[in-house]
């Protein structure tokens, strides 16, 4: 984990979203700093080891309507990623992730057999909840928001058959993945799970997509009700980006462990891509007319024919 990927940055980062929300106005970095009790000096540092940009900026990107712009500006359909080769760069920090899926006799037993090992780890984003078997990552929740007895329970009932102690080579796992050095998930759904699933891993950093791109990508166009359900029950998140969905009207929509951590994790991607340089979606090799689709069908959510369907297994 990188010296700046603390929980107590997080922290700072939630309580700075929520004194923002209440201004009626932007606010001064010394009327930040003041209604954060920090020095100026202090909230700058801060603030800029965590995502390489100043606070002043980093409002622009937590502003409600920094939804709006990404679907303007880095919207992706998963069709036209595919075809430019985007898929290498889609995970997390650009990092490599394999995976691989139960067969669907495995998924039907909830779990029954299954050991899981667990461990808590720190993450940018406050403490992370990380479960594995054998095979590699099963689970990544967040405690941030609601806490870890209520993350721990929810990951549970995912498998509410299997078995499940402690283990710390689960927090391995799980900082190396964080950490951008890559891993393996293990992902256990019903079929048409897995197929959402993988096309969430296709959504480039810093960039979005709509509920209606994944049901087309996961071979489902019509079915965009329960591809977004399928999003929503995301056990890996952030290694599995569901954060990255968006309603075709720019709203964020939901997110299982809270829309303040949603939020932050577009903008911190969005932050450190443009500190980066990385741009816009043309800049990253995805066609124009897709960059600037918020006025175009796909952007609006109403599909698009030449989404493909996508492999369910690598």
Known sequence: MKPQDTPYHYALIARALAVIDAAPRALTLPELATQMGLSEAHFQRVFSAWVGVSPQRYQQYLALGHARSLLAQRFTTLATATETGLSGASRLHDMFLTWEAMTPGEYAR???GLHIGWDFVDSAFGPALVMATDRGICGLGFAAEKGADW???????????????????????????????????????SPLNIKVWEALLRIPPAHVTSYTQIAAAAGAPRAVRAAASAVGRNPISLLI????????????GGYHWGLPLKRAMLAHESARADARGIGSADARGIGSADAQGIGSADAQGLGSADAREIATRR
């Open 110 to 112: 909830a779990g029954a």
């Open 241 to 252: 980006p569901c954060h990255r969905v968006l309603r075709a009207s720019g709203e964020l």
């Open 151 to 189: 993350a721990m329970t929810d990951l549970q009932a995912r498998w509410p058959k299997a078995q499940f102690a402690p283990d710390p080579r689960a927090g391995e796992m799980g900082r190396t993945a964080l950490a951008g050095r890559g891993g393996t998930l293990h992902l256990m759904g």
